[in-house]
């Protein structure tokens, strides 16, 4: 392929991008503006021009499919050789290939998971924790490995960055300094440290970085707002000053900044590389007018918008539906009505998608579209290729492979294994039995599609194996539920965005200015997944014949005349009540004015004695633990222990007591009121009986 080829059919943006074949680089790509057509045809028009060898390329991503995907276009191109990974996969590439030479021994076993290694510092300091506070602790240790941050300074980082432990700060620091400490003597690692040691060895080793940086001279990052403070020491590390750097990213898309991600190494790029070429690309391909106009209003109204507006190429389409229900319940009908009359109207069930907040939200999702009769498939759960059904079929299919004959046809061949295993022409009615009938008829499929290309059974088995390897999963037919966090980098013909309510979106623990604006692009991030059809949906209470007092999301303000006017009921009440001052609070025991929050809270000193049923303070703990785990949040979320505390002290018996507690407002009176003031009369009850 001539060089001038790899530039045909190319939007003139995208061509700017492929033409600045030496960095600095930096491309801003909205969504749906095929920021990965650019950056592939650079790679090629680099490579095909003699700019550089496809060898020498180093093209980072941050999903294993991502970099599948880049291999794979790579190679539709003609460009063989580009070394296309995640940031972990290369580092741990060369971490392993170098440990023997300039460490010695075997290199250190990778985990998988924090959680078993935490049980185990648990158990050194003589501490019992739950899982769900494990995996919270979990989260805020790769928070801090993420940010660099050491155990001793986890305490202050923690505060300066405005974070919420899920146990008192000082214990995450304990248990994190004891996982490093059985970390090491195990000779483990975890995905921050084989960054941490891959850039240590290089710094240490100089031997170790001229190899490398002969081997790898030219680098392509691929969402670049997602880039952490580790990942841009080893990133920098791996350039050793040199500049033949081109990034991609879009600010809009930033929402992984609870994990240490940070867009400002994106928008600084010009700052930090004073020549840079910088390049936007603002033509979105993906979505109707419609939906971009949609998008694009979204973010008009944030804090402080990035000026990247698309602009769509597509022809018209249909405006997206408002849709305000009485209930959950009624939602999740609601939408699967809308569905079914999607489906019945000929788009694929494999091209809807219903996204959400937070995945507990997919329950009632689930036992809408079984009672409706329509698939599903929930994203986030097990792997495809790490389902038992489809690690049975391909071992069946690898020893099926090594006895072929010639004259054996892909199609029928398949199928007559898979029937063997629970394949039939039907669909069964729902459950595990659909979800296993779904994954086997998957992989049907996909022979079918390999035997039209004269592919025979070797051949698909390659495929399998490949795609095993970049996650790349082949289409389920079903609709997609996701959450939204998950659902970033995909797209469908149908988005239905649901429970878009305040205390869900934004989510009721977003409490800065920057968490409220993350939550917006998170809304953004939605929208822009819908090439066509979107609906977004909220609904007034939680079940049916519930207290009617949600109120739609402050995001969906100006967007719908309807949702604008029922959302901003209470605004001047709210913006006055920021300005006046607040009455002092007094201990209610000895009557001391309380200046610290957490007393104020509890409405005494901390020293002060407090009368309270330890059963109810032990009931809400449990229930609190209940509720977490099925919303998948941390428990603080939910209420910290000093308001579980307070509750307790005080056992509300109405919205009002429980209202007079410092810190619970409407909404989480919404969601959680009633039940604990149940659990408080039930406490009650059981002291009166006594």
């Not at 506070?133 to 305490?155: G, H």
């Not at 599609?449 to 025979?456: E, I, K, M």
């Not at 090439?531 to 739609?552: C, F, I």
């Not at 300005?579 to 002060?608: D, F, M, N, W, Y």
Request: aromatic content about 6%; glycine content about 8%.
């Amino acid at each position: 392929m001539e060089p001038d080829n790899v530039l045909a059919a190319l939007d003139p943006e995208q061509r700017e991008v492929a033409e600045a074949v030496r960095g600095p680089v930096c491309v801003l790509a909205g969504a749906g503006t095929g920021k990965t057509r650019a950056i592939t045809h650079r790679i090629a028009h680099a490579v095909r021009s003699g700019v550089v060898d496809a060898q020498g390329v180093l093209a980072v991503t941050f999903t294993t499919r991502a970099a599948g995907e880049l291999r794979q276009r790579l190679r539709q191109l003609g460009t063989q050789g580009v070394q296309a990974r995640t940031f972990h996969a290369a580092a741990l590439r060369q971490l392993t290939y170098f440990w023997p030479r300039v460490i010695g021994g075997d290199p250190p076993r990778v985990i998988e998971s924090k959680l078993p290694l935490l049980i185990d510092a648990c158990r050194s300091l003589r501490k019992n924790q739950d899982r769900s506070e494990l995996r919270d602790i979990a989260s805020e240790i790769e928070w801090a490995k993420a940010t660099q941050i050491a155990p001793e300074d986890y305490a202050e980082a923690a505060r300066k960055a405005g974070r919420t432990s899920p146990v008192p700060a000082d214990e995450v620091f304990r248990l994190y300094e004891a996982y490093e400490n059985l970390r090491r003597e195990r000779h483990l690692v975890d995905f921050e440290t084989i960054l941490e040691l891959t850039a240590a060895v290089m710094t240490e080793h100089r031997e170790v970085a001229a190899q490398i940086r002969q081997q790898y001279r030219y680098f392509v990052v691929d969402e670049y707002q997602d880039v952490n403070p580790l990942q841009k020491l080893l990133l920098d590390t791996w350039l050793g000053g040199r500049d033949d750097l081109c990034v991609v990213g879009d600010p809009n898309q930033t929402i992984y900044s609870f994990t240490g991600a940070t867009p400002r190494y994106l928008t600084g790029f010009s700052v930090e590389h004073p020549n840079a070429t910088v390049i936007k690309l603002v033509r979105d391909y993906r979505s109707t007018p419609q939906v971009v106009s949609l998008a694009n209003r979204v973010l008009d109204r944030a804090r402080t918008p990035h000026k990247l507006a698309l602009i769509a190429q597509r022809p018209d389409g249909p405006e997206p539906v408002f849709t305000e229900y009485d209930d959950e319940t009624a939602e999740a009908e609601g939408v699967a009505r809308a569905v079914r009359k999607l489906v019945t109207g000929g788009v694929p069930t494999r091209e809807i998608a219903v996204l959400f907040r937070v995945n507990a939200q997919s329950e009632a999702y689930e036992q809408a579209f079984a009672k409706a009769g329509v698939p599903y498939v929930l994203r986030g759960a097990d792997r495809f290729f790490e389902r038992p059904e489809v690690r049975q079929a391909v071992v069946l299919l690898r020893g099926a492979a090594r006895s072929a004959e010639p004259g054996d046809t892909l199609a029928s061949t398949v199928h007559h294994i898979l029937s063997g295993i629970g394949l039939t022409p039907e669909a069964p009615g729902g459950g595990k039995a659909r979800e296993k009938w779904e994954s086997l008829k998957a992989l049907a499929d996909l022979a079918e599609d390999l035997a039209a290309t004269g592919a025979d059974l070797p051949a698909f088995v390659a495929e399998l194996e490949r795609r095993a390897g970049e996650q790349h999963a082949p289409p389920v037919e079903g609709v997609t539920l996701a959450s939204l966090h998950a659902a970033k980098g995909l797209e469908w013909d149908a988005v239905f965005l649901v429970g878009v309510t305040e205390g869900m979106l934004p989510i009721i623990y977003a409490e800065t200015p920057d968490q409220i604006e993350e939550e917006r692009r998170l809304l953004y991030v939605g929208v822009t997944r819908a090439r066509a059809h979107l609906g977004l949906s909220w609904a007034l209470a939680r079940s049916p014949g519930g207290r009617r007092s949600r109120k739609p999301s402050r995001f969906l303000d100006g967007l719908t005349g309807r949702s604008a006017q029922k959302s901003r009921v209470a605004a001047p009440a709210a913006t006055a009540d920021r300005h006046r001052v607040a009455a002092p609070i007094s201990c209610r025991v000895c009557g001391k004015t309380l200046a610290a929050a957490p007393e104020q809270k509890l409405g005494r000193c901390a020293g002060c004695p407090a009368d309270y049923d330890e059963g109810l303070l032990a009931s809400l703990r449990s229930w609190r633990t209940g509720v977490a785990k099925h919303e998948k949040i941390p428990q603080w979320a939910i209420f910290t222990d000093v308001t579980l505390q307070a509750i307790a002290e005080r056992a509300p018996l109405s919205e009002q007591d429980l209202l007079a507690i410092t810190g619970i407002g409407r909404v989480k009176l919404d969601r959680y009121g009633e039940a604990v003031l149940e659990l408080c009369r039930i406490a009650a009850n059981q002291t009166e009986g006594a």
